[in-house]
């Protein structure tokens, strides 16, 4: 079952009165001695005003979206250049790591550039940064992908869209790492990416006196890492600020989630040869195990404020390219229903929808890693 959770808050709104002293809504028709007596010519121009607030209201709304959006679409210019043709090979495909086997400096430089996503202006919304538009992506119109054929598709767009926000927003030289979490299934709240001086941080000490922050659920604000003490926006649609929040289920092995992250179990997801029981099973299995894991904001759909996420992904994303490479005739199958709850089937000619962020594009040009879109390899 889909782990990721959703929660409602209620809102009230207040509404300014109209102007005090006639039941119609406008001022009293009383005047002083040499004004206008003319009932009508007051209302006339009452609602000029009117009409004239709204007008530049809504013009200036339309303005500002406009360019918010040609701000997003001028972050990923060349992610999305037509040079890069999604038809065509790349000459010197990029490799993409397990975190464990970067150097210190190789991960520190990964992180800081994470940080620096922060202190970028957001290409959706005023007053936010660009670390907060991959959240807000993910929970506004990621959902459609989950249990639907374009799961990995959408997915190995989005991080290449982070992977892209990296380097040309924040002057990063590598590639996006994946964490092979079947190394750990048997120690997971040990494995490397949770170290605090060389990795994602880990959570609070559970013994931790409670926190006067807002956290998700009842799990703790992350107090220890680079990312110890982050405060994020997004809580399923409104800006609710909040501490990045995670909550190991305990302080020992965690047998249910690591079973279903066993060499063993990938290995059988990677002998199925029809692509809608692969990534069903991938995504019922690995995928949901990791977020119910690790808890917090990774367990609801604005999982991407953990970067721990974009790892997680990287490597859901690996594994469907050994299966693309263990089944070389299935490389462009593509199965399944259109998006979530559709009746209608998938087809490689489906666009990838990316909210104005990034254009959408056809399946057919992710299928690929090494297009002159993507560029890389595992």
């Given amino acids: 079952m889909w782990p990721f959770k959703s929660q409602q808050r209620s809102s009230e709104c207040v509404y300014l009165p109209l102007v005090d002293g006639s039941e119609n809504g406008f001022e009293s028709d009383k005047l002083e001695d040499g004004q206008s007596s003319d009932p009508y010519s007051r209302r006339y121009c009452t609602a000029i005003v009117y009409f004239s607030i709204v007008t530049i209201t809504l013009a200036t709304g339309f303005i500002a979206g406009f360019f918010m959006e040609r701000r997003g679409m001028l972050y990923f210019t060349e992610a999305i250049s037509s040079t890069h043709s999604s038809h065509t090979l790349c000459h010197n495909p990029d490799t993409r790591r397990e975190w464990r086997s970067l150097g210190l400096d190789q991960k520190h430089e990964y992180l800081e550039a994470v940080q620096c996503l922060r202190h970028i202006p957001s290409a959706l919304n005023p007053n936010m940064s660009l670390y907060d538009d991959f959240p807000y992506l993910h929970n506004t119109i990621g959902d459609y992908a989950h249990m639907a054929a374009p799961f990995l598709a959408w997915h190995r767009y989005f991080i290449h869209l982070y992977e892209r926000a990296l380097k040309e927003q924040c002057g990063y030289s590598g590639t996006l790492a994946y964490w092979d979490w079947s190394l750990d299934w048997e120690t997971m709240p040990y494995a490397p990416v949770f170290s605090a001086e060389h990795g994602f941080g880990g959570d609070s000490h559970p013994n931790r006196a409670p926190s006067q922050d807002f956290i998700i659920g009842e799990d703790r604000c992350v107090d220890n890492g680079p990312f110890a003490g982050l405060e994020v926006h997004w809580f399923g649609k409104e800006d609710f600020p909040h501490c990045l929040s995670r909550g190991f289920r305990d302080g020992s092995p965690m047998p249910e989630m690591g079973y279903l992250i066993r060499p063993e179990a990938i290995e059988n997801l990677l002998r199925e040869t029809d692509y809608e029981k692969f990534f069903l099973g991938l995504e019922e299995g690995p995928h949901n195990a990791i977020p119910s894991a690790i808890g917090g904001d990774f367990s609801y759909t604005i999982a991407p404020y953990d ?63 090494e297009s002159g879109l993507l560029c890389y390899r595992y």
């Fill in 307 to 369: 970067p721990l996420f974009f790892l997680h992904h990287t490597q859901l994303d690996r594994t469907w390219w050994r299966w693309q490479q263990l089944h070389p005739s299935h490389q462009m199958q593509y199965l399944g229903a259109a998006k979530h709850h559709s009746n209608e089937s998938a087809s490689l000619d489906d666009i990838l929808p990316m909210g104005g962020f990034a254009p959408g594009i056809m399946v057919k040009e992710i299928m690929n890693t």
